[in-house]
C-alpha cells in the first residue's frame, strides 16, 4: 500500500495552502455554513437563489475532498480555510 493512501486513509494528507483552495467568496461561504445558516439564509447574505448556493456548496466539497455539509466545515476548520469560531453576520438570525 502506497504512503499516500494511508496517509488519505489515516487523514493525514497535508492540506493544500487555503489560498490555492478556495476563493475568498468560497470560505465565507462555509464559514456562513458553519455559524448554521440554511442556504436561504446564505443567499440572502450573498444575493443568490439557494439552488445556486447548493451548486456553490457542491462545488466547495468537491474541491476540499468533503462528502457533506458537516464534513466540510470539519475539513475547512482543520486546514484553517475557516476561523473555528465565525463571527458571522446573520449567524444567530
Known amino acids: 500500500m502506497s504512503t499516500q ?3 488519505v486513509a489515516a ?3 497535508p492540506a493544500a495552502p487555503a489560498p490555492e483552495r478556495l476563493t475568498d467568496g ?3 461561504m462555509l464559514a456562513m455554513l458553519a455559524a448554521g445558516l440554511s442556504r436561504e ?14 451548486r456553490q456548496l457542491t462545488r466547495i466539497y468537491r474541491r476540499i475532498g468533503a462528502i ?6 470539519a475539513i ?4 484553517g480555510l475557516i476561523n473555528a469560531r ?3 453576520p446573520g449567524a444567530s438570525q
Open 5 to 7: 493512501l494511508v496517509q
Open 86 to 88: 465565525p463571527n458571522q
Open 68 to 73: 457533506n455539509a458537516a464534513n466540510a466545515v
Open 76 to 79: 475547512a476548520i482543520r486546514d
Open 11 to 13: 487523514g493525514t494528507t
Open 26 to 28: 468560497e470560505r465565507r
Open 41 to 54: 439564509q446564505i443567499g440572502r447574505h450573498t444575493g443568490c437563489v439557494p439552488t445556486t448556493v447548493g
